[in-house]
């Protein structure tokens, strides 16, 4: 008997489902066919499903961390083009990938020239934090600020500003690309202050760190807490040409469009929007 023509009793199926272990139900058939064949023991077959469910489970919990986070996904290291012609020390790469400095607590600045791939490699080490388990948020300069200035109005700063201040790992992307008004000035202050050895920051900006001051208001805010981020930072400076022509979609001919249009699907309940 093949995995394909396998019927399980249906008393097994409810009661994997009354357990919680319903996903088994698919890969079930073929793991007990490759039993057979292979004469495991009873031992052997549960742990090599047990094997299966928490590799899925971890899946499924990398993968909401992941969204949740705000990454995009097809940022991932595994697709970086490594024919692109940029280039940045690979060493530091190869450091920032162990993730040691989310554990010491340390920060990354990634700097470099417009469409050079910063936000991506940011990005992937997001992925990479979410795969082992670190809690992970990802967010735009201007829309981290825009966000800030409007928690002031439902008196929810507080609570915002505890979220970005204790996330394992906080991503800022484009940083100091716009002056600040005096209030964003002390959000951001505020903010590296308090991550500032405690969890770990990564940053990404086109303008280099000596030129972050001027973005500030005040002056002496912007002193302080550009030195406690940067002297306690990984640098990565990539350069070379645009990395985004390679982001470029293109119509593959071996991909024949779907006769009809796609359907947008239903979101699962908790995230549906409130109205």
């Not at 489902?17 to 023991?41: F, N, W, Y």
């Not at 990404?204 to 030195?227: C, G, H, K, M, P």
Request: charged fraction near 35%; aromatic fraction near 4%; proline fraction near 5%.
């Amino acid at each position: 008997m093949t995995a394909s023509n396998m019927t399980l009793d249906p008393e097994l199926r409810a009661a994997l489902k009354k357990l919680k272990l319903g996903k088994l139900i698919d890969t079930l058939p073929e793991r007990l066919v490759l039993a057979k064949k292979s004469k495991m023991s009873h031992e052997e077959l549960l742990l090599l499903m047990l094997r299966d469910e928490i590799d899925r489970r971890e899946s499924t919990a990398t993968t909401r961390r992941a969204r949740d986070a705000g990454l995009c996904p097809d940022m991932v290291l595994e697709r970086w083009d490594d024919t692109a012609k940029v280039t940045f020390d690979r060493h530091v790469l190869d450091e920032l990938v162990c993730l040691r400095f989310i554990e010491a607590r340390r920060n990354v600045v990634i700097l470099g020239p417009v469409g050079v791939g910063k936000t991506f490699l940011a990005t992937a080490l997001g992925h990479i934090a979410c795969r082992h388990r670190f809690h992970v948020h990802f967010t735009r300069a201007d829309d981290m600020l825009r966000r800030l200035k409007q928690s002031r109005l439902d008196n929810s700063r507080d609570a915002m500003m505890t979220e970005l201040s204790t996330v394992d790992l906080l991503i800022i992307d484009d940083f100091a690309l716009e002056p600040m008004d005096r209030d964003e000035s002390r959000d951001v202050y505020q903010l590296f202050v308090e991550r500032n050895g405690r969890v770990a920051t990564v940053v990404t900006s086109n303008r280099d760190t000596s030129e972050w001051i001027a973005a500030f208001d005040d002056v002496l805010l912007a002193q302080s807490a550009v030195d406690r981020l940067v002297n306690n930072a990984y640098d990565l400076i990539v350069e070379g040409e645009s990395y985004r022509p390679r982001l470029k979609p293109v119509v593959r001919r071996d991909e024949p469009p779907p006769p009809v249009p796609i359907t947008k699907p239903d979101l699962p309940i908790g995230r549906r929007r409130k109205r």
